[in-house]
């Protein structure tokens, strides 16, 4: 477009200027080797952009002639890098449909028409075509070929990650990660699996310090950079609690900072001044998480925050914490469990049923069970108790990846991922799914076949009802014998009988030889668990 504006200003450039020849005539004389030439000023003037038109055109044409070798040569020559990344285009392609033929063949084509100095995505297709026919030996050595090309070392790193991760080495692929983390700690594969690495090691700092670089570039978000900091500071507070108390005491402050309603952070920041005679300061974080989400651990903290305290005074503690959050199940369960120490059974027991009516689960009927143990010493409703606990749900507890832990722990233990555990219910027992008769359980009826017309009939045999005279001891007793059913007697059953249904079982109730007084004087006298 552009050109065109120019050219045309040229040409309206020219018509103005012969025009304003054409208005004002005159003549030029030129003498040339004593010869006189006059011609109009016109003339003169058309003869002239003639002259520079020729001259311009013949310069035009000897430059062509000059530069045809290179024009043709460079021709051929765009012809076949098109023809090449056509050929690249189609096996990515390929590759990513896992046509593995088709894959090499376009390679092979593509390495002919382009060389792979000038296009590195050559080597990539390679390794991919490689991957898809199986050779990872031959793949792998394609990607550590790479690592010498400071363009293509990334992708290198990667393959040979990836090809760590399918061999279950995890050693080799946290360290390709850690390289690639080194060059570029923009990649999120590298950035995670380095992190499981410093935190499976305990390297807290160096793991804090990746999560800041994981923050700078944007790579998690900030409500995720920050639970992921919470949850390292409350691992290094843990690490260092008995060793440097004060920078124990200094992460858990930061990691209850950053999640205050972070049970484990609130715990190990409460624990840490505790231990420094600090029990008002400690007492609200404890508080504050409480009312966040009540956790246990957060209770029995609370409740032995001073170690002279006496049972009562733990007893006011653990109903303080019950006043901060009500009409719920671990409030009143913290209530019952400071109130059994303080024997205070009425207490204990009248919030252990409250416990089981806002949240039926085990824990709930082992505690009943202490305080029927403690208080009555009836066995007969303590195994009672024992029963329901086995059959309710369990308790809430640290879950990660299938693994149930009764302490918080930073990583997972199976995959070593990084704040993977959860508190809740772990899954239910097999045995919690099966109900039993008497809570509504249909149970199937076989029909059983129906009585031969041709057999006579068997007569049950009567009880003999206890303090009855037993007589005729001599008596004929055939009409005891039950008849064995045969083949032929199978075989004369009608098609249209009907079917008799069985009579139902009674239900046997498991013997209970009862509580060898030995064994009874040696078991503790409450705190049943079951596992």
């Given at each position: 477009?552009?050109?065109?504006?120019?050219?045309?200003?040229?040409?309206?450039?020219?018509?103005?200027?012969?025009?304003?020849?054409?208005?004002?005539?005159?003549?030029?004389?030129?003498?040339?080797?004593?010869?006189?030439?006059?011609?109009?000023?016109?003339?003169?003037?058309?003869?002239?952009?003639?002259?520079?038109?020729?001259?311009?055109?013949?310069?035009?044409?000897?430059?062509?002639?000059?530069?045809?070798?290179?024009?043709?040569?460079r021709?051929?020559?765009?012809?076949?890098?098109?023809?090449?990344?056509?050929?690249?285009?189609?096996?990515?392609?390929?590759a990513?449909a896992?046509?593995?033929?088709?894959?090499?063949?376009?390679?092979?084509?593509?390495?002919?028409?382009?060389?792979s100095?000038?296009?590195?995505?050559?080597?990539?297709?390679?390794?991919?075509?490689?991957?898809?026919?199986?050779?990872?030996?031959?793949?792998?050595?394609?990607?550590?070929?790479?690592?010498?090309d400071?363009?293509?070392?990334?992708?290198g790193?990667?393959?040979?990650?990836?090809?760590?991760?399918?061999?279950?080495?995890?050693?080799a692929?946290?360290?390709?990660?850690?390289?690639?983390?080194?060059?570029?700690?923009?990649?999120?594969?590298?950035?995670?699996?380095?992190?499981?690495?410093l935190?499976?090691?305990?390297?807290?700092?160096?793991?804090?310090?990746?999560?800041?670089?994981?923050?700078?570039?944007?790579?998690?978000?900030?409500?995720?950079?920050?639970?992921?900091?919470?949850?390292?500071?409350?691992?290094?507070?843990?690490?260092?609690?008995?060793?440097?108390?004060?920078a124990?005491?200094?992460?858990?402050?930061?990691?209850?900072?950053?999640?205050?309603?972070?049970?484990?952070?609130?715990?190990?920041?409460?624990?840490?001044?505790?231990?420094?005679?600090?029990?008002?300061?400690?007492?609200?974080?404890?508080?504050?998480?409480?009312?966040?989400?009540?956790?246990?651990?957060?209770?029995?903290?609370?409740?032995?925050?001073?170690?002279?305290?006496?049972?009562?005074?733990?007893?006011?503690?653990?109903?303080?914490?019950?006043?901060?959050?009500?009409?719920?199940a671990?409030?009143?369960?913290?209530?019952?469990?400071?109130?059994?120490?303080?024997?205070?059974?009425?207490?204990?027991r009248?919030?252990?049923e409250?416990?089981?009516?806002?949240?039926?689960?085990?824990?709930?009927?082992l505690?009943?069970?202490?305080?029927?143990?403690?208080?009555?010493?009836?066995?007969?409703?303590?195994?009672?108790?024992?029963?329901?606990?086995?059959?309710?749900?369990?308790?809430?507890?640290?879950?990660?990846?299938?693994?149930?832990?009764?302490?918080?722990?930073?990583?997972?233990?199976?995959?070593?991922?990084?704040?993977?555990?959860?508190?809740?219910?772990p899954?239910e027992?097999?045995?919690?799914?099966?109900?039993?008769?008497?809570?509504?359980?249909?149970?199937?009826?076989?029909?059983?076949?129906?009585?031969?017309?041709s057999?006579?009939?068997i007569?049950?045999?009567?009880?003999?009802?206890a303090?009855s005279?037993?007589?005729?001891?001599?008596?004929?007793?055939?009409?005891?014998?039950?008849?064995?059913?045969?083949?032929?007697?199978?075989?004369?059953?009608?098609?249209?009988?009907?079917?008799?249904?069985?009579?139902?079982?009674?239900?046997?109730?498991?013997?209970?030889?009862?509580?060898?007084?030995?064994?009874?004087?040696?078991?503790?006298?409450?705190?049943?668990?079951?596992?």
């Amino acid at each position: 477009m552009i050109r065109l504006l120019a050219f045309l200003i040229v040409v309206f450039a020219l018509g103005l200027g012969f025009a304003w020849l054409a208005d004002r005539p005159g003549d030029m004389v030129v003498t040339f080797n004593g010869y006189q030439y006059q011609v109009s000023l016109m003339v003169a003037a058309v003869a002239i952009v003639a002259v520079v038109a020729a001259v311009m055109i013949l310069w035009w044409l000897i430059r062509s002639l000059w530069n045809s070798p290179y024009t043709i040569s460079r021709y051929f020559r765009v012809r076949r890098r098109d023809r090449g990344y056509q050929a690249l285009s189609t096996g990515m392609i390929a590759a990513g449909a896992g046509d593995g033929a088709l894959a090499r063949k376009k390679t092979k084509e593509a390495a002919k028409l382009i060389r792979s100095d000038q296009e590195p995505l050559i080597h990539l297709l390679e390794a991919q075509a490689s991957l898809l026919e199986g050779d990872h030996e031959g793949a792998r050595q394609k990607f550590e070929s790479m690592l010498d090309d400071p363009e293509m070392r990334l992708l290198g790193l990667r393959g040979l990650y990836l090809e760590a991760e399918r061999l279950g080495d995890r050693n080799a692929a946290r360290h390709y990660a850690g390289r690639a983390a080194a060059v570029a700690p923009q990649l999120a594969w590298a950035a995670e699996s380095t992190l499981e690495e410093l935190t499976a090691r305990g390297d807290w700092d160096g793991a804090l310090k990746l999560v800041d670089a994981q923050k700078s570039t944007r790579q998690i978000e900030r409500d995720a950079a920050n639970r992921r900091r919470a949850v390292l500071l409350t691992a290094k507070a843990q690490s260092l609690a008995d060793s440097d108390p004060n920078a124990a005491r200094t992460a858990a402050l930061e990691a209850n900072k950053l999640q205050p309603d972070f049970a484990p952070a609130a715990v190990a920041a409460a624990a840490a001044l505790f231990k420094q005679n600090d029990v008002r300061k400690g007492s609200k974080i404890l508080e504050t998480a409480w009312r966040a989400e009540p956790h246990p651990e957060i209770a029995e903290l609370y409740t032995h925050a001073r170690p002279g305290d006496a049972v009562l005074d733990r007893l006011n503690r653990a109903k303080k914490l019950q006043e901060m959050k009500k009409n719920h199940a671990e409030s009143s369960m913290t209530v019952a469990r400071a109130a059994l120490d303080a024997q205070d059974f009425s207490t204990a027991r009248s919030e252990a049923e409250a416990a089981i009516r806002m949240d039926r689960r085990e824990g709930a009927y082992l505690l009943l069970a202490d305080i029927e143990e403690a208080e009555t010493g009836d066995q007969g409703k303590v195994r009672q108790l024992l029963s329901k606990a086995v059959r309710a749900p369990r308790d809430p507890a640290w879950v990660a990846d299938g693994v149930v832990s009764e302490r918080w722990a930073p990583v997972s233990p199976v995959t070593g991922r990084l704040d993977a555990f959860e508190w809740r219910a772990p899954m239910e027992r097999l045995g919690q799914l099966i109900d039993s008769r008497d809570e509504g359980t249909t149970v199937p009826v076989i029909e059983a076949l129906a009585k031969p017309a041709s057999e006579k009939p068997i007569d049950a045999i009567e009880p003999v009802a206890a303090g009855s005279e037993t007589t005729g001891k001599g008596t004929d007793r055939s009409e005891d014998q039950v008849t064995p059913v045969t083949a032929a007697a199978f075989a004369a059953v009608p098609a249209d009988a009907e079917a008799v249904e069985p009579a139902e079982e009674l239900t046997r109730l498991p013997d209970d030889p009862g509580v060898d007084p030995d064994e009874e004087a040696e078991k503790s006298p409450r705190r049943f668990r079951l596992f």
